[in-house]
């Protein structure tokens, strides 16, 4: 929407200040654990994930809670691409997927980082709506 939140956005991910909810990163499949203490996929690349709650690295403990999203397997709140991000490297959301609300993922900590950063989420999208709401 707007490019100067976008930079914003950038320099929050250079600087290790705090993630927000609604930040995607893109985490390896290994870090992504199910409540029921296995791994959300056994695929040996990474998957989506979008963080439930705000996560300062300074402050806060091993794991983030968060919500993997898959292209490929149905299930969960469709979720569109993002519309291109003018001045955005890294977005990760350019296709038509499922967030899947119904399977929280703890996150270690350590795999929340500007190199796995890749956007925030709209503020005033459906899914926001619902993280917030499942919170
Ligand atoms: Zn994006």
């Given at each position: 929407?707007?490019g100067?939140?976008?930079?914003?956005?950038?320099?929050?991910?250079?600087?290790?200040?705090?993630?927000e909810?609604?930040?995607?990163?893109?985490?390896?499949?290994?870090?992504?654990?199910?409540?029921?203490?296995?791994?959300?996929?056994?695929?040996?690349?990474?998957?989506?994930?979008?963080?439930?709650?705000?996560?300062?690295?300074?402050?806060?403990?091993?794991?983030?809670?968060?919500?993997?999203?898959?292209?490929?397997?149905?299930?969960?709140?469709?979720?569109?691409?993002?519309?291109?991000?003018?001045?955005?490297?890294?977005?990760?959301?350019?296709?038509?997927?499922?967030?899947?609300?119904?399977?929280?993922?703890?996150?270690?900590?350590?795999?929340?980082?500007?190199?796995?950063?890749?956007?925030?989420?709209?503020?005033?999208?459906?899914?926001?709506?619902?993280?917030?709401?499942v919170?």
């Open positions: 929407m707007s100067n939140w976008e930079i914003f956005d950038h320099l929050r991910a250079e600087f290790d200040a705090p993630y909810i609604g930040t995607w990163f893109l985490v390896k499949n290994e870090k992504l654990i199910k409540r029921d203490g296995r791994r959300f996929s056994n695929d040996p690349n990474g998957h989506p994930v979008v963080i439930a709650n705000r996560y300062n690295p300074r402050r806060h403990g091993p794991n983030v809670t968060g919500y993997p999203r898959s292209a490929s397997v149905p299930g969960g709140l469709t979720h569109e691409a993002h519309l291109p991000h003018s001045g955005r490297l890294v977005c990760i959301i350019n296709r038509t997927g499922w967030v899947k609300l119904h399977i929280p993922v703890a996150i270690s900590s350590a795999e929340v980082n500007a190199s796995t950063f890749s956007c925030c989420e709209e503020t005033n999208s459906k899914l926001m709506h619902k993280i917030k709401g919170r």
